[in-house]
């Protein structure tokens, strides 16, 4: 794939203007082996994302990349991003902690782009289900995470399975020497990326510990995400650790009256790209998240707040929910909400503690709705054509209009919540670009 469609499908799909200079180097660099070190937060998938594609042709009905991670839920985040950086590719995810069987559909016809935790890879290619013959390119996420796991006799016999790939990726939290890599990860000349210290300017990060009366922390949430608003914090994302705390909370604040987006991984990732136009366009304050949402999501604008609703289970969880806010010289704050007997790991560390007023009932409403039009950029649709279509049939203007997202199917667009009833209602008999759509408030 040449570097134009790729910085296209990065811009139009990922909203990245401009690479990094780590992504940059990873798009241009000839190597035929990478060890590139990078901490979290810095754009990593998207860098290796970059040096895969280049090394990926049209489809042809073979397994041309494989990345394999060491969890589950890594697999989810990096297949969010890959997927949209690949387009007209064919990527396919697969893990354990499910049925082999569920995933047998996925795998035909043949994918382009396997993600994949080493175990259930290797499981597919000896039950007959997958085939990979000498792929273009082998990506390890979290080289040093799939070792320090036992990953290593896995990965060794995945590698002698599918044979000498063109070109291999060892991505790490900080480098490695070399001479002590295992057989299989070792090449001749294999250039090193050392990315490990952080290039991006941090902002301070106030650490806050919020102690709830009761063990269930829904009420004490909801009263600290009011005294947030009226702070004016404007992005939060909540963190649990579960999809169905995630569930139970997103409904638990929609009956208090403060609106919230859903993220994770049981959603369709259509879902979970709008619950994220949602919160970047000012349509919902609140995202309430699993981890999948620690890693790789950058939301233009920041995050002003991180809340730990639940304990992160690991220190990394920890490292990677709190780096979502305090990003490019901006400020941020983290809120841990305890409860009385609660366990709290070493590892959580605040600076000080804060009770928030009660809210008396009150919501929080936010000053944008987002709207869903039925057509994207596969039916020929562009930002300027959801501008006209909606400047032409309402008193809005151009400057009234939030954030539009393209996707491939649809356009969500961001107007003035007070305006989105009248928007749908003088839109809706009207044509776009000569097609009949449906538009809808998300």
């Avoid at 000839?30 to 895969?52: E, W």
């Avoid at 963190?239 to 859903?262: K, T, Y």
Wanted: proline share 5%; net charge neutral.
């Amino acid at each position: 794939m040449d570097s134009y469609k790729i910085t296209e499908a990065l811009r139009r799909r990922l909203d990245i203007e401009r690479l990094r200079p780590m992504q940059a180097k990873m798009m241009d660099t000839r190597s035929s082996a990478v060890m590139l070190a990078a901490p979290t937060g810095s754009g990593k998938t998207v860098a290796f994302g970059c040096y895969m594609l280049r090394r990926v042709g049209e489809p042809c009905g073979k397994v041309q990349a494989v990345v394999t991670v060491p969890s589950r839920e890594l697999a989810l985040q990096v297949s969010d991003v890959v997927r949209r950086m690949a387009s007209g590719l064919k990527t396919t995810t697969v893990y354990g902690g499910h049925r082999v069987a569920d995933e047998l559909p996925t795998l035909t016809p043949c994918p382009d782009i396997i993600i994949a935790t080493p175990g259930r890879l290797l499981d597919l290619l000896q039950r007959g289900a997958l085939e990979i013959h000498d792929p273009a390119t082998v990506v390890v996420d979290e080289f040093d995470k799939t070792l320090d796991l036992g990953f290593a006799d896995e990965m060794q016999r995945l590698m002698r399975r599918i044979g000498r790939p063109g070109s291999l990726v060892l991505t790490s939290a900080t480098p490695m020497d070399h001479a002590e890599l295992p057989q299989w990860a070792q090449r001749p000349g294999c250039q090193t990326l050392d990315y490990s210290a952080p290039a991006e300017k941090s902002g301070h990060l106030d650490r806050v510990e919020v102690e709830s009366p009761v063990r269930d922390k829904a009420e004490t949430l909801a009263d600290l995400l009011c005294a947030i608003s009226d702070a004016g914090q404007r992005r939060t994302i909540v963190f649990v650790n579960h999809r169905e705390s995630a569930e139970r909370l997103h409904e638990l604040l929609r009956r208090d009256g403060i609106e919230s987006a859903l993220y994770h991984g049981g959603l369709q990732q259509t879902d979970r790209e709008a619950a994220v136009a949602r919160l970047r366009g000012g349509s919902v304050p609140v995202l309430v998240a699993t981890d999948l949402a620690a890693r790789g999501l950058d939301i233009e604008g920041g995050i002003d707040a991180v809340v730990h609703y639940h304990m992160p289970p690991t220190a990394d969880d920890w490292t990677h929910r709190n780096g979502r806010t305090a990003r490019n010289g901006a400020d941020g704050t983290v809120y841990v909400i305890t409860a009385e007997g609660e366990n709290i790991p070493d590892y959580v560390v605040t600076d000080r503690r804060w009770q928030p007023a009660p809210r008396d009932g009150r919501g929080i409403q936010a000053p944008m709705a987002t709207l869903h039009i039925n057509a994207g950029r596969k039916e020929k649709i562009s930002k300027g054509d959801a501008v006209g279509y909606i400047t032409a049939h309402t008193d809005l203007k151009g400057s009234d209009i939030g954030l539009i997202t393209v996707n491939d199917h649809s356009t969500l667009i961001a107007v003035p919540r007070q305006a989105a009833d009248t928007v749908i209602a003088a839109c809706s008999p009207h044509k776009l670009k000569g097609k009949r759509v449906r538009i809808t408030l998300l």
